[in-house]
């Protein structure tokens, strides 16, 4: 195990204006937050029973950024309503939209995302709109 932090590790995986942010997150709610080799049917994970967040390690800074921030709604919504809930109910909605309000408001996105994380804050959704990918990819 090397003495590298999580904010160390993350540098290389998000927008440099989240690091500190996602950061707080993880160490204030003592989440196991885990980078993963690629799976083929999911992004991200985040644990119904336990404080464990799963990522994969390929995504790009932005991509990388809107999957945590979703299972931390995840988190979030199963902290606060109980892991009964729907898994993209109107908690998950509720909170998916107040945290990527949050990073919004920060302008951790260029302009291209921004607006399409606008549009997720008004009517969250459980996948990424096709418009995030073209601007992501209009980014490189």
């Given at each position: 195990?090397?003495?590298?932090?999580?904010?160390?590790i993350l540098e290389s995986f998000l927008p440099k204006l989240?690091?500190?942010?996602?950061?707080?997150?993880?160490?204030?709610?003592?989440?196991?937050?885990?980078?993963v080799n690629p799976r083929k049917r999911v992004l991200g994970?985040c644990s119904r029973t336990k404080n464990i967040i799963t990522?994969?390690?390929?995504?790009?800074?932005?991509?990388?950024?809107?999957?945590?921030?979703?299972?931390?709604?995840?988190?979030?919504?199963?902290?606060?309503?109980?892991?009964?809930?729907?898994?993209?109910?109107?908690?998950?909605?509720?909170?998916?939209?107040?945290?990527?309000?949050?990073?919004?408001?920060?302008?951790?996105?260029?302009?291209?995302?921004?607006?399409?994380?606008?549009?997720?804050?008004?009517?969250?959704?459980?996948?990424?709109?096709?418009?995030?990918?073209?601007?992501?990819?209009?980014?490189?």
């Amino acid at each position: 195990m090397t003495n590298q932090t999580n904010k160390d590790i993350l540098e290389s995986f998000l927008p440099k204006l989240a690091v500190e942010d996602v950061v707080k997150i993880i160490e204030e709610n003592n989440i196991c937050f885990k980078i993963v080799n690629p799976r083929k049917r999911v992004l991200g994970t985040c644990s119904r029973t336990k404080n464990i967040i799963t990522i994969n390690s390929n995504l790009n800074k932005y991509s990388f950024l809107l999957v945590s921030l979703h299972e931390f709604a995840h988190f979030f919504a199963i902290k606060k309503y109980g892991n009964k809930i729907m898994p993209h109910g109107k908690q998950w909605k509720q909170e998916y939209s107040n945290i990527l309000k949050q990073f919004l408001y920060k302008k951790v996105f260029p302009k291209e995302l921004a607006e399409v994380v606008f549009s997720q804050i008004i009517k969250p959704r459980a996948t990424f709109p096709q418009e995030f990918s073209k601007a992501v990819d209009n980014l490189s």
